[in-house]
């Protein structure tokens, strides 16, 4: 167990509908990450969080969007869902900024099927 | 721009022989490099990891990596494998110098032990 929780582990859903994943980091983590896995594309990295704050975005899409609170909790929020969105959505976490040695750990993603 | 290459998608070993999964990396500067397992249906788990400092890393579950800086390779080793050990394996790298602290992923290479 990582130590990193991610809500709900399956999801399915229709075209065109919003849904939210949500994330809680590893306890006293301060960043982090959202990834997407899917057979095409591999694993993407979509953006990261630091203490309430975007840090870094990589290949997510405008219709998506994800924050993080100030308990440290994250969530991702997936509009105008299109069926090539189906994929395995994961978060992760590390300790602090800055310090690029840091292990990142994953939690166990959440399924989303979007038919 | 950084980035991991997997060059085998599949790799099938015997119960009790070595195994080895590849990985080379492209960086800018010194690597941060990253092994990750995925079980079926599982999260990514962390395997281990070379910041700096002795070239052959140890990790979890007898897992080994030698960092070879003129062959830009890191490649994930196993004295002998376990049934057990069949699963996605995905090398990453972490590049300090772009400030960035997300993982960049390899494509991921499947292992099969064979009993």
């Known amino acids: 167990d990582s130590g990193v929780t991610q809500t709900p582990k399956h999801l399915i859903t229709a075209t065109g509908q919003r849904v939210t994943l949500r994330c809680s980091p590893r306890?006293?983590?301060?960043?982090v990450y959202w990834y997407q896995q899917s057979l095409d594309q591999g694993l993407q990295f979509l953006i990261h969080?630091?203490?309430?704050?975007?840090?870094a975005k990589g290949n997510i899409l405008e219709r998506f969007s994800a924050q993080q609170f100030p308990d440290l909790h994250s969530e991702l929020n997936l509009s105008s869902l299109e069926l090539g969105d189906s994929a395995l959505y994961f978060c992760?976490?590390?300790?602090?900024?800055?310090?690029?040695?840091?292990?990142?750990?994953f939690g166990e993603g959440s399924w989303l099927t979007v038919v | 721009a950084q980035s991991v290459a997997q060059p085998e998608d599949q790799v099938n070993v015997a119960e009790g022989n070595p195994l080895t999964v590849k990985c080379t990396y492209s960086?800018?500067?010194?690597?941060?490099l990253f092994w990750y397992v995925q079980y079926p249906n599982r999260g990514l788990q962390f395997l281990l990891k070379?910041?700096?400092?002795?070239?052959l890393v140890k990790g979890s579950y007898g897992f080994e990596a030698e960092f070879n800086k003129s062959q830009t390779s890191f490649h994930l080793k196993k004295p002998s494998a376990l049934v057990s050990d069949s699963a996605l394996y995905f090398c990453?790298?972490?590049?300090?110098?772009?400030?960035?602290?997300?993982?960049?992923f390899g494509t991921g290479t499947r292992l099969t032990v064979i009993p």
């Open positions: 992760a976490s590390s300790p602090i900024q800055g310090t690029s040695g840091n292990t990142i750990y």
């Open positions: 306890s006293g983590d301060l960043s």
């Open positions: 969080y630091y203490n309430g704050e975007e840090r």
């Open positions: 960086v800018s500067g010194n690597p941060y």
């Open positions: 070379y910041i700096t400092g002795d070239n």
């Open positions: 990453a790298v972490r590049d300090p110098p772009t400030g960035a602290n997300n993982l960049f």
